[in-house]
């Protein structure tokens, strides 16, 4: 059995077949868990040290390599907060700025929901992260430990949802 292309040449039945079978699996594949928008849950987080900003909102673009993540919000005494961060998964040092724990940062996919990242300032880690997608894909979750640029341990757990 042979069947027309869009440009009116005959298909054999096992192309098209395996054109049908491709495009099936590519529109069942599960989006990716990351991607979107979210927004903090302050009731659900733990700033330390705080203080804890008044409101972030976190969009998740991908880009080559990983992720652009784009926040925007409120800080703890009311000034408006932006930041870009690009998450590059290739478990190498890129600079951070703008983060006053942190001049490097590499990040590392450990699994399709979690991503982990060690960030240094001055070529000793300060702080470890996970950052995590619930099963159902409603929740993020950011888990830092470690210890600031002054010193002070840090023990943050910041939950988003998504929107």
């Known amino acids: 059995m042979r069947f027309a292309s869009a440009v009116g040449r005959p298909l054999s039945l096992g192309v098209a077949l395996v054109l049908s079978v491709s495009v099936v699996a590519l529109a069942h594949q599960a989006p990716d868990p990351f991607v979107g928008t979210w927004k903090v849950n302050l009731a659900k987080s733990t700033y330390d040290p705080g203080p804890a900003p008044k409101s972030n909102t976190a969009v998740y673009e991908v880009v ?69 997608v619930s099963a159902d894909g409603k929740i993020r979750t950011i888990t830092q430990k470690g210890k600031d640029a002054l010193g002070r341990a840090v023990n943050t757990v910041i939950v988003y949802e998504k929107q």
Request: without cysteine.
């Open 64 to 132: 080559q390599g990983g992720y652009k993540q784009t926040a925007d919000g409120t800080d703890a005494v009311g000034n408006p907060t932006h930041g870009v961060t690009m998450l590059i998964l290739d478990g190498k040092e890129h600079p951070m700025q703008g983060n006053p724990n942190a001049d490097v940062v590499a990040f590392t996919r450990r699994d399709a929901r979690a991503i982990d990242s060690i960030w240094k300032l001055g070529g000793h880690v300060t702080i470890t992260a996970s950052n995590v």
